[in-house]
């Protein structure tokens, strides 16, 4: 990127950026979902993007904040649930009242990205829109700055564009995007063409996929104009689009109540992947920025574990004087019930205290987290969900 004056943002370290960020470039943020495989600390009532999981003393959704305000500066949108629209205020002092959109009910990726696009497009028609989950970390902040910039440049040239993760190992927790030919864009030199989307693969393919280095995870992060986003929408699903934009245009106005709970219950439960990205690079109109970004998604505790520092093979996410061990030990604890936690001779194993749920499980069970939640749900135990 250009060299700029530095800021600083809320407190962080001094990153470089344009003096009004990125001319015309509106940041999403969907804060959604309950993050079932890191239940008990994850709950629906306080999901993990609400949490600090990584220690550095800002939640989730604080630190995507800090990150997309140096590139949206006042043109950043947090699109969540209404349970979850005071924690959120609590959390973004920063967050304008008029972009904070509050979904009645949960619709699904599609419907919650699209609706701040056309949103965003009711204000400005020349907008370009990127889409960041509150939940994910990135640790090299210049490296996004650059590849968001590069997505963006992209993004006015027509395309759809997603920045593709350069893979960690033959993971089959993510999707995988397949890398087409080189594009020539103006300001995005590393720009490549999408040929398709893969599912999350099985470890075979996964370790194929590596091999093969034609491979990036797909990290769910999208930039296009609003105008394109939308109209790739209504090509693929023009009821839900049509719903959209209706909503859209009386946001705004006295009448955004009325319209929301009239169309919102009706809106099609979609993925915006599904909804959108995969037609969209079917036809030939994805485009990808190629990103080392050190993310993670956090999925499940053993995610959560290479993020936390080891000393003596356990890593500790919480107060480490409530967690003694004896012998050789080693994995992830995260003491929150104030009791001591004491490990002897484990290996491998994951603990989570809470005051009403402890789990025990081991780093290569932790996917398996979410059918506790399935079984919780079951018996009807809302209160520990």
Not at 4 to 28: I, K, T, W
Not at 275 to 282: H, I, L, M, S
């Amino acid at each position: 990127m250009p060299s700029h004056p530095e800021r600083s943002v809320d407190g962080g370290d001094l990153v470089p950026f344009p003096p009004h960020g990125l001319e015309g470039f509106h940041a999403v943020i969907p804060a959604g979902g309950a993050g079932t495989r890191l239940w008990p600390l994850s709950r629906a009532g306080r999901p993990k993007f609400l949490l600090d999981l990584t220690g550095a003393g800002r939640t989730l959704l604080q630190q995507t904040w800090d990150r997309l305000v140096p590139l949206a500066e006042d043109r950043v949108l947090v699109v969540t649930g209404v349970a979850h629209v005071s924690a959120v205020t609590a959390q973004l002092p920063g967050l304008g009242v008029d972009n904070l959109l509050a979904e009645p009910s949960p619709r699904d990726s599609a419907a919650a990205i699209c609706l701040a696009a056309a949103v965003v497009a009711e204000r400005d028609p020349d907008a370009v829109v990127g889409s960041f989950a509150a939940d994910h970390v990135v640790r090299d902040r210049r490296a996004f700055e650059a590849a968001v910039s590069e997505a963006v440049a992209t993004a006015r040239a027509g395309y759809v564009v997603t920045l593709g993760i350069a893979p960690g190992g033959p993971s089959t927790a993510f999707g995988y995007i397949r890398l087409g030919e080189a594009l020539t864009v103006a300001g995005a030199p590393s720009a490549r063409a999408v040929r398709r989307f893969v599912e999350k693969p099985d470890q075979d393919t996964a370790r194929a996929y590596l091999a093969d280095g034609g491979y990036r995870w797909n990290a769910g992060m999208f930039v296009s104009r609003a105008d394109v986003l939308l109209d790739e929408l209504a090509r693929s699903r023009p009821a839900l689009h049509a719903g959209l934009r209706k909503i859209a245009g009386s946001w705004d106005s006295p009448h955004r109540v009325e319209m929301l709970e009239a169309i919102w219950p009706t809106l099609e439960k979609v993925a915006i992947d599904y909804a959108v990205a995969e037609p969209a690079a079917d036809a030939g109109r994805v485009a990808m920025i190629p990103a080392d970004l050190g993310w993670d998604d956090i999925g499940d505790f053993s995610s959560l574990a290479g993020l936390l520092a080891s000393e003596d093979g356990v890593r500790v996410l919480g107060d480490r004087d409530l967690v003694l061990t004896a012998g050789w030990v080693s994995g992830v604890v995260v003491p929150g019930a104030d009791r001591l936690v004491a490990l002897v001779g484990v290996d491998d194993v994951v603990v989570v205290d809470t005051p009403d749920a402890l789990l025990v499980t081991t780093r290569e069970r932790a996917q398996d987290v979410k059918a506790v939640v399935d079984e919780l749900r079951r018996r009807g135990r809302a209160d520990l969900l």
